[in-house]
């Protein structure tokens, strides 16, 4: 099932799921593999700021705005 499909789900009332929360799939700075074997330095101020945004709490407050069963599959929230 790709993502589209897993977003599109239909219910038992036959509206569609505008919303979808995800598994956690946030990459970390250590764990992301850039072509040609280049790295991301753990002390570029991007990066720190990065590692700060507590995400999870950020996609369940994203999440909570589609409380409709109707209407255009909205956006991951990454």
Known sequence: MN????????????????????PNTQL???DFNQ??????????????KAELIPWIDLEEQYASIFQSK???????FR
């Open 28 to 30: 970390s700075f250590d």
């Open 35 to 48: 072509p040609v074997g280049l790295t991301m330095n753990p002390e570029n101020r991007w990066v720190k």
């Open 70 to 76: 109707t209407g255009n599959v909205a956006k991951s």
């Open 3 to 22: 993502h589209y499909q897993i977003l599109c789900t239909f219910q038992g009332n036959g509206a569609i799921d505008v919303y979808k929360k995800q």
